[in-house]
């Protein structure tokens, strides 16, 4: 399968609606949940990292409970019940992976933070997305850029 990678941001500002939206929190809450989100905001523009766009990439879907194959990287989770065990309740029992060995030096790649850096690579960032890689529902992070160094 080919994919693009998605628009940068776009799951921060998805977050700050649904943080805002809550139902039962109060204006101090909102307030506090909505500076963490532009200060995580901020935080990423500021490390300089790009996110590719316009990029093709090569991606595949496989159950959890596979081993990744050599030269693939976990880039998100997700819950599907009609496959791999058909779970009847949300687990996330697929994992999308992306093949990293064959990009050049310097090509950067964000997969989820559980996921172990690959051998001349590095972790250049990390951050929260909501959105994918377990789906967190506070601020913590759960993504992490990475760069081909050789």
Same mark, same amino acid.
């Given at each position: 399968?080919?994919?693009?990678?998605?628009?940068?941001?776009?799951?921060?500002?998805?977050?700050? #609606?649904?943080? #805002?939206?809550?139902?039962?929190?109060?204006?101090?809450?909102?307030?506090?949940?909505?500076?963490?989100?532009?200060? @995580?905001?901020?935080?990423?523009?500021?490390?300089?990292?790009? #996110? =590719? #766009?316009?990029?093709?990439? *090569?991606?595949?879907?496989?159950?959890? *409970?596979?081993?990744?194959?050599?030269?693939?990287?976990?880039?998100?989770?997700?819950?599907?019940?009609?496959?791999?065990?058909?779970?009847?309740?949300?687990?996330?029992?697929?994992?999308?992976?992306?093949?990293?060995?064959?990009? =050049?030096?310097?090509?950067?790649?964000?997969?989820?933070?559980?996921?172990?850096?690959?051998?001349?690579?590095? @972790?250049?960032?990390? *951050?929260?997305?909501?959105?994918?890689?377990?789906?967190?529902? *506070?601020?913590?992070?759960?993504?992490?850029?990475?760069?081909?160094?050789?």
């Amino acid at each position: 399968m080919i994919r693009y990678a998605p628009m940068r941001f776009a799951y921060i500002t998805a977050c700050v #609606l649904c943080i #805002l939206s809550t139902k039962g929190a109060d204006a101090a809450d909102q307030a506090a949940n909505k500076a963490a989100v532009e200060q @995580e905001a901020k935080k990423q523009v500021d490390s300089g990292v790009k #996110l =590719p #766009l316009n990029v093709k990439m *090569s991606s595949m879907n496989i159950c959890a *409970s596979s081993p990744v194959p050599a030269g693939w990287i976990k880039v998100n989770d997700a819950w599907n019940p009609t496959i791999c065990g058909n779970p009847t309740v949300i687990t996330y029992n697929v994992v999308t992976i992306t093949q990293y060995s064959n990009r =050049p030096v310097g090509s950067t790649l964000i997969v989820c933070s559980d996921a172990p850096t690959p051998n001349n690579w590095v @972790e250049v960032n990390n *951050s929260w997305n909501p959105t994918t890689c377990g789906h967190p529902t *506070s601020i913590t992070n759960n993504v992490k850029v990475i760069r081909r160094v050789n």
